[in-house]
């Protein structure tokens, strides 16, 4: 008898832990479960996804990042209780879906992205305005707010932009290390460039013509300057060039492809990977062209050395950094406020940029830590919240902040190099200036990844968050 009770308890012993070992673990994914009686209606759904596709139309139009623009979308639509809703993104459109569980259908909308331009102000209009959202604004005053947001006109007239962009070029030029008549003369070259590439915008004009247009402008112009001496010898013409260059890369285009693919949305990444090519190409034939028709007149536009470091010039490099980085988000038609934290933002990353190359680092180190300061600041400002001075979007400290870094000489060094002196060593430099290019976009997004808010960790019986897809 004992002996079979003893049995029994072994038996038992050994079975439930065997039965534990065996019992098959939790699901992967969550699977949405019926929402019950209280399904939202047809037309509520729609208005709420319809005001998220919109905002999320305005923030990837104006160069942010899809995760950006899809976790506001996700904050729009729970604000408005929709919580089992799924955002899809590519380089043209905006997908959103509604989930409403067992007990209705779901509703999806999708919108396409037609136009891309920089316009920081109705940026910040549409942030202010989610965070509205998020404290208990209406649906229909917030479509409302949208709306007018979205009709309005700009905050400054189209020549303070324009102003906006040949200071960028001026104060560009003069980091480079230019005399003040080739700061004057990039500035209004690139006046020019911007006046008629916004005219063959309006006539629809691709943008890979227009930049073959305004490379062949910037050094064109800086050529035909040289020779009727306006600039006179010694006054380093290629920076001139190499200013314009500057201004017509596409830095918000680099942070938003590099964004992209780390965060994992990798079709989006591959479109604006695409868009960078097909825009450096029309630089790259818009140059050659103007460099080898001044060589047919006679004008050899060499490229420049190196200045010596000095006390003065590491001043003036630091000032005129400060200087581009207002005016680039002047050109964006950035609110007044932004124009000071991204005069900051510009200086502060210049000056470490200096700091670094005076120690021995090389450019594409030194620019990517440079830029990591700049998306600290960035990210820092997000995270300001609710303070007044914390309403600039961080996309203008981004953008602005990374202009005065941006590789235009080591461009068109490059393109120079092509042009002149062989295939090699050209694409040598040039490659050079793409990882320079990475290396900004890179540290930016490290900086705003090392300052973001930190999540709150879901319990294992709270339900899965909303999905993303790409």
């Not at 102000?121 to 707010?145: D, F, K, M, N």
């Not at 324009?162 to 008549?181: I, K, R």
Request: charged residues 15%; contains cysteine.
């Amino acid at each position: 008898m004992n002996a079979s009770r003893l049995r029994r308890r072994l038996r038992s012993a050994v079975r439930r832990p065997a039965r534990k070992l065996l019992t098959p673990g939790p699901p992967t994914a969550e699977l949405l479960h019926p929402i019950g009686p209280e399904v939202p209606d047809d037309r509520h759904v729609q208005q709420v996804i319809d005001l998220c596709i919109r905002i999320g139309e305005v923030l990837l139009s104006s160069g942010e990042g899809s995760g950006e623009t899809t976790e506001t979308m996700l904050r729009v639509a729970n604000a408005f209780g929709l919580s089992a809703v799924d955002v899809d993104i590519t380089f043209t459109a905006v997908t959103i879906c509604c989930h409403r569980g067992m007990a209705a259908t779901p509703i999806t909308s999708m919108r396409l992205v037609t136009h891309r331009g920089l316009d920081l102000t109705l940026l910040a209009r549409v942030y202010q305005l989610v965070e509205q959202i998020e404290r208990g604004r209406g649906l229909r005053p917030s479509a409302a707010a949208l709306d007018a947001a979205v009709t309005a006109t700009h905050p400054y007239p189209r020549w303070v932009a324009t102003t906006g962009a040949a200071g960028l070029a001026g104060a560009l030029a003069l980091v480079l290390g230019a005399p003040a008549v080739a700061v004057l003369s990039a500035a209004g070259i690139t006046a020019v460039i911007d006046v008629t590439g916004r005219f063959f915008a309006r006539q629809r004009l691709p943008a890979f013509f227009r930049q073959v247009m305004g490379g062949f402008l910037a050094t064109g112009a800086t050529a035909a300057l040289f020779t009727i001496g306006v600039l006179p010898e010694g006054t380093q013409p290629e920076l001139v060039v190499a200013a314009g260059i500057t201004v017509l890369l596409s830095g918000f285009a680099v942070v938003g492809t590099v964004q992209d693919a780390i965060s994992g949305y990798n079709v989006t990444a591959a479109g604006r990977a695409a868009e960078i090519g097909v825009l450096s190409a029309g630089l790259l034939t818009g140059v050659v062209l103007g460099l080898k028709v001044a060589q047919r007149a006679g004008v050899t536009l060499d490229v420049a050395a190196e200045l010596p470091q000095s006390g003065a010039r590491i001043a003036a490099t630091i000032g005129g950094a400060a200087l581009a980085s207002a005016f680039y988000a002047l050109n964006g038609y950035s609110p007044l406020l932004a124009l000071l934290f991204a005069a900051l933002a510009g200086g502060a990353g210049r000056g470490t940029y200096v700091l670094l190359t005076a120690y021995g680092a090389g450019p594409v180190a030194a620019a990517g830590v440079a830029a990591t300061v700049v998306g600290l600041a960035a990210g820092l400002l997000r995270r300001a919240g609710r303070v007044p001075w914390g309403k600039v979007p961080p996309l203008v400290v981004t953008l602005a902040g990374i202009s005065p870094l941006l590789p235009g000489l080591t461009a068109y060094r490059g393109f120079y190099e092509l042009s002149v002196e062989g295939l090699t060593d050209g694409l040598v430099t040039i490659t050079l200036a793409l990882a320079i290019g990475l290396a900004l976009a890179a540290g930016v997004t490290l900086g705003q990844y090392l300052t973001r808010p930190q999540a709150t960790p879901l319990s294992p019986a709270d339900p899965a968050p909303p999905g993303t897809r790409n």
